[in-house]
């Protein structure tokens, strides 16, 4: 059996090493190609009607006008008249002209007539008494409890008592599947009572998501020494990716569609265009050379990746470019659900925690969404949860970057930080007394926090709560924990050697900027012992083997595994051609420095151009898979835990806060790439004091519409706001052997709580909900001079 | 635009002018068919003097870019970062927030960096345009992108060219810039992956080497 394991480090060449990203010299000279940069032969330019209103119901579409003008070239009713609009900004009428100013001018000549609605934008405490449905239960809500991971049997007695609004699919069994959904959940929800009447009635805008209840919580707070009661919140923002979503479609034939699309799932896309577009997915072909950001909102082909296909044939089949206008990006897009919480903490005075209650409600958009895993990472021994999810017209929700965790990081470990505060106990004294509720992470956790301490100087810097303030300045800081799991995704890869010593890999993969295409080349390079750039790696494209789309980190666990299987079986196709020649057994021989020879005697050897010439005439191709039981070891794992700290800087006149140094200790077991895995890490802290202190969609109440839909208001923060940043990724002993794991969640869940502590600890007292504003901050201390 | 058509529009009642008003005018080639592909400017009276209203529809023109002359027909209203990008497949310069607010369109026009979303292009027409693209020479990247190479002040790279050219014009302009040049100089520049960290090395590497 060939060894598939990953080299130790004696013998590496390349993984583990810090080596420059492949495709930055084509970045940052401008000839990297996005989808927005694609230009087909006789392309059209689409534009999109969109509602005004958050809550609406189309009433008539008068498009005569539009359709006698010159240029124009199609015109597509997305949303009809009946249809009800769920958020403001979504599509009505697509257009497709000959460029864009006259597709805008079609837009603008279009008549929509609309019924008002009422709307709800808020995502305020659910009031008193408010309506709270139960059930029945969409299979959006039960994809959430796996993301959430409540336990099992209670998933199954949930979906029995309150039933599903419809049956599910195969396609909906086989996700849930793949989130985790054991057979026993499978089976009650494949025989769930079914209520097809509950999509039908308007369901209230409050939704009863999750409760539970972990062993005496009454009696572990009647009987602990220290009581921490507060309110923690952290808003919906949008991903607000650089490359808006959109794509370019065209037909090839009646039949075949070739479609540009900017997305994290290239081998996913056919199939979710397949049905909509009545055609087989083996007749879509999807290309994506690079991406401009993803942050977990571009899996599906969205329904603007559907009508740009439709539109297209309507066109005669001609290629035809909609790209989201920025306002629209914000405003549809993406959102990361909002999470708000009253919690109540308590300890003994050592610090042990002994019971959390939490009351937690936030809101994804029409859907409503789940409760964050709460209690965070810390397995407080008595709890006690329940969850409010809020429907409403704010646009639906996405997956982003870490879902659900930075707000359960927010909504734990600011309420644990407060209690350590009223305990009189230092933070690093307080979580460390407490880390073996981390269970099977508390030795990862004890090494990083001692870690990140000295590396933050922490020791100097800590201060009880408010006493490190000179004039109108303080300073203060905070930290938190955070994990993930991040094993490799399902990838095929095929490698094939020519007999001319020349190489290419082909994977229907993406590099989203996280340094995928570097990583794969190390993993083939370090394999074949040769140099990375003697390898051509094609990726990006349906017509290579299917590789997973890149979210939850599950990307470089999946594609250096099969790289890795591919390599080595190429590798040893090569040593049995070249066994003979050098008279020894295949197993003696290895490939060095462009070389393959007998295992400790360098004279013996032939130059890679001479030995892929043992292969004749025929290259030799093997498939490489992710996973591949076959071919052990398992190369990939799941799992990782990081500790960050921050140190602020608070204007106690202002209130602006300042982000003076972070620090970042991480471990995502091997590392391959450590110069583009340190990247990872800053761009997760820079995004994280971004969403801290500056980002929120900001709706407005009487139109229903977000306030904030460009780049000035919904401010993202700039080179001016980044600080200090120190990163520090765990690698050797007791890393580097559980294979590989991602890491582009992670590091950005903690930012948003140890930011939050640290100005705690600056200025005495709490500042409830992110971002920190500075009319927050000032809010916070008011009330605390008045209290 | 609007507020332009009316101070036009009570130019053109000031000064009596005959004929049709620019407003006027709009409405009518809205809907018309018969509005020439490529039209001539037209002659009107704004404030007491005789100037040449462009369009609508496209009118020709010419650009100086990267070195080379350049021609298309565009109607007015269209921006020098769409002209670069659709016309002339020159896609370096990004298309992101279309309103001044983020610099990953930037290019120098006149030798000063611009946000080329927001100058029409007809604007743009005869003045020196370099974008992204020109900034290598002889096939070697301008010491600024190697600094960017090396200091991996790319990820996703949607904003990277914008960036390299912004600090490409304050290296230029701040050969020796103090960490709080570097703050204010490149605030102009928005990046969502948060490559700033290799950003801030690369410029600190190319001011130290000298450009
Ligand atoms: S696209 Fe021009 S500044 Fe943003
Ligand atoms: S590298 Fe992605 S936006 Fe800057």
Redesign the pocket.
Same mark, same amino acid.
Do not use: P
């Given at each position: 059996m060939p060894d598939y394991a990953w080299p130790d480090a004696q013998h590496r060449t390349l993984i583990g090493a810090r080596v420059t990203r492949v495709d930055a010299p084509v970045k940052v000279s401008g000839q990297a190609k996005y989808t927005y940069d694609v230009h087909r032969p006789g392309m059209l330019y689409g534009k999109v009607l969109r509602s005004p209103y958050a809550h609406a119901k189309v009433v008539s579409i008068d498009t005569s006008a539009a359709e006698k003008m010159p240029g124009v070239k199609a015109i597509h009713i997305v949303q009809g008249p009946g249809s009800t609009i769920h958020w403001a900004g979504d599509d009505i009428v697509a257009v497709a002209a000959v460029d864009e100013p006259t597709a805008e001018d079609a837009v603008r000549a279009i008549k929509v007539k609309f019924q008002q609605l009422p709307h709800l934008v808020s995502d305020a405490e659910p009031p008193k008494g408010s309506a709270q449905e139960e059930g029945p239960l969409s299979i959006d809500a039960i994809d959430d409890m796996l993301d959430n991971q409540v336990p099992a049997n209670q998933m199954v007695s949930t979906i029995q008592r309150d039933g599903l609004i419809k049956k599910a699919s195969d396609e909906d069994l086989n996700m849930l599947k793949a989130d985790g959904a054991t057979d026993a959940v499978l089976e009650a929800i494949r025989s769930a009572t079914l209520h097809p009447e509950a999509s039908a009635k308007p369901p209230s805008n409050y939704q009863k998501a999750a409760a539970q209840t972990v062993g005496d919580p009454d009696k572990a707070f009647a009987e602990a020494d220290a009581v921490s009661e507060g309110m923690y919140g952290i808003p919906v923002i949008t991903h607000c990716c650089l490359e808006s979503h959109g794509s370019i479609s065209e037909w090839t034939d009646h039949e075949h569609l070739f479609t540009h699309i900017s997305t994290q799932n290239v081998s996913g896309i056919p199939g979710q265009m397949a049905e909509p577009l009545k055609i087989p997915a083996t007749n879509i072909r999807v290309h994506q050379d690079n991406i401009g950001g993803g942050f977990g909102s571009k899996f599906s082909p969205d329904r603007w990746g559907i009508f740009t296909a439709e539109v297209s044939r309507k066109a005669g089949g001609k290629p035809v470019r909609i790209m989201l206008e920025r306002d629209t990006e914000l405003k549809v897009a993406g959102a990361r659900p909002s999470a708000y919480a009253r919690v109540k903490v308590a300890a003994k005075n050592d610090g042990t925690l002994v019971a959390w209650q939490s009351s937690s409600w936030g809101t994804g958009g029409p859907g409503g969404g789940g409760m964050p895993p709460i209690p965070y990472v810390f397995r407080v021994p008595n709890q006690r949860q329940e969850h409010t999810a809020i429907r409403n017209n704010i646009g639906p929700a996405r997956a982003w970057r870490a879902p659900n965790h930075p707000q359960a990081a927010v909504l734990t470990m600011c309420a644990l930080d407060d209690l350590a505060a009223k305990l009189n106990l230092d933070p690093v004294e307080f979580f460390g007394r407490n880390l073996n509720l981390t269970q099977q992470r508390e030795h990862t956790y004890r090494e990083e926090l001692s870690i990140a301490s000295e590396l933050m100087g922490w020791k100097q810097k800590w201060h009880p709560r408010g006493q490190n303030a000179s004039g109108d300045t303080a300073r203060g800081v905070g930290l938190s924990f955070h994990t993930w799991g991040g094993r490799g995704h399902a990838s095929d890869c095929d490698l094939t050697i020519h007999p001319d010593g020349s190489v290419e890999l082909k994977m229907g993969s993406q590099d989203l900027g996280t340094g995928t295409r570097t990583c794969i080349l190390m993993v083939a390079a370090d394999t074949l012992g040769i140099p990375m750039d003697a390898i051509q790696l094609q990726i990006g494209d349906t017509t290579y083997p299917p590789s997973g789309g890149s979210g939850g980190s599950t990307t470089i666990g999946g594609v250096t595994s099969s790289t890795r299987r591919a390599s080595v079986d190429a590798r040893d196709a090569v040593f049995a051609k070249v066994a003979p020649a050098l008279n020894v057994q295949s197993d003696q021989l290895e490939c060095v420095n462009g070389k393959v020879m007998v295992k400790g005697d360098s004279s013996r050897f032939l130059s890679w151009k001479e030995a892929c010439s043992k292969l004749a005439v025929m290259p030799v191709t093997m498939r490489g898979k992710n996973p591949d039981k076959n071919k052990p070891p398992d190369l990939t794992n799941s799992g990782v835990g990081g500790v960050q700290m921050a140190e602020v800087e608070v204007d106690t006149d202002t209130g602006i806060v300042k982000v003076k140094k972070m620090v970042a200790v991480q471990d995502c077991g091997l590392v391959i790439d450590l110069k583009t895995a340190e990247s990872q890490c800053h761009g997760a802290l820079i995004m994280g004091i971004s969403y801290s202190l500056f980002e929120e969609k900001v709706m407005d109440p009487v139109t229903g519409r977000m306030l904030n839909a460009d780049?000035e208001f919904y401010r993202l923060a700039g080179l001016n706001d980044i600080p200090e940043l120190v990163v520090h990724m765990m690698t050797g002993k007791g890393y580097d052997e559980r294979g590989v794991i991602g890491l582009g969640e992670p590091p950005v869940i903690s930012p948003g709580a140890a930011i939050s502590n640290a100005v705690a600890n600056a200025i005495g007292v709490r500042v409830p909900f992110l971002p920190l504003t500075p009319d927050r901050v000032l809010t916070a201390l008011e009330q605390k001079a008045g209290a | 635009m609007r507020d332009d058509d009316e101070n036009l529009k009570d130019a053109n009642h000031s000064s009596e002018s005959p004929g049709v008003s620019r407003r006027d005018f709009l409405k009518i080639s809205g809907i018309s068919v018969a509005v020439p592909l490529v039209a001539g400017p037209k002659m009107v009276m704004a404030a007491g003097q005789q100037v040449p209203v462009y369009g609508p529809g496209k009118v020709p023109m010419e650009f100086a870019i990267n070195g080379k002359n350049h021609k298309a027909d565009l109607e007015p209203r269209v921006t020098l970062?769409d002209a670069l990008r659709d016309q002339f497949e020159l896609t370096g310069a990004? $298309?992101?927030?279309? $309103?001044?607010? =983020?610099?990953? =369109?930037?290019v120098l026009m006149d030798n000063k960096p611009v946000?080329? =979303?927001?100058v029409l292009a007809i604007e743009a027409q005869h003045r020196p345009i370099t974008t992204v693209e020109s900034l290598i020479e002889g096939g070697n990247l301008h010491p600024v992108q190697r600094a960017f190479v090396e200091n991996d002040a790319s990820q996703c790279g949607f904003c990277t060219p914008g960036f390299v050219v912004s600090c490409k014009a304050f290296l230029d302009s701040h050969p020796h810039p103090t960490p709080e040049d570097i703050r204010r100089g490149l605030s102009g520049n928005l990046c969502r992956c948060g490559t700033y960290e290799g950003i801030r090395k690369a410029i600190a590497q190319v001011a130290q080497k000298g450009a």
């Open positions: 780049m | 970062l990004k $298309r992101v927030c279309d $309103r001044a607010e =983020c610099g990953a =369109c930037t946000y080329a =979303c927001s």
